[in-house]
């Protein structure tokens, strides 16, 4: 699983309140963030510019991201956990019909991957990719992430090398498609999938 980002901040007199909507307040000043950086570039990111973009005060933000490298974790954070809430989605009910079937979390990986970016979020990924890039700690939940993913496709009943083969290439298809390297599309990027998803097939 992802490591989720724990942030906390207090007032000047020492104390801590948690808004009671605390949660929905986080998520409108990620999506506030989201906005900053799909519109200026995130060299633009702020805690004023997020603030002022989700109309709350610069404490608002504060108190739920005390910094700005803070707040681009939290973005990052989130990223992975909207990949993971994908494959979620494609992976079977336990007890179902094919829920113990070699590759199952393989293949929940590939449909994944192959899941069209929500309009921006490519351009999105890639600028926080970049911004990663500049502060290594940044990686770090995604680097973590990425070896639970990694554990999760050796043990899922495949050759372990087949398995890695297979992420490696989901992997290299992301990236293609967040920075545009000549990413597959139409009937031909529905072929990929086919093929990525044919390697998960134990005979």
Do not use: N
Request: aromatic share 6%; net charge negative.
């Amino acid at each position: 699983m992802a490591p989720t980002t724990s942030t906390s901040a207090r007032t000047r007199r020492g104390r801590s309140t948690a808004p009671r909507d605390s949660g929905s307040t986080k998520r409108r000043i990620l999506d506030a963030a989201e906005q900053v950086v799909l519109r200026d570039g995130v060299g633009h990111l702020t805690l004023e510019a997020a603030a002022a973009e989700a109309g709350l005060s610069k404490g608002g933000v504060l108190y739920h991201f005390p910094t700005r490298h803070a707040l681009v974790a939290a973005m990052v954070t989130r990223i992975i956990e909207q990949f993971e809430d994908d494959i979620a989605a494609y992976l079977p009910e336990p007890g179902s019909p094919g829920a113990d079937r070699p590759g199952v979390y393989a293949r929940a990986y590939v449909r994944a991957t192959m899941e069209p970016f929500a309009p921006g979020q490519e351009r999105l990924g890639a600028a926080l990719l970049a911004a990663a890039a500049a502060e290594p700690a940044l990686l770090i939940p995604l680097q973590e992430a990425a070896d639970g993913w990694q554990a999760r496709l050796v043990d899922d009943g495949l050759d372990p090398a087949l398995a890695t083969v297979i992420r490696l290439a989901c992997d290299g298809l992301w990236l293609c498609d967040l920075f545009g390297l000549a990413s597959p599309q139409g009937s031909l990027r529905a072929r990929v999938g086919e093929a990525f998803e044919s390697m998960t097939e134990v005979t």
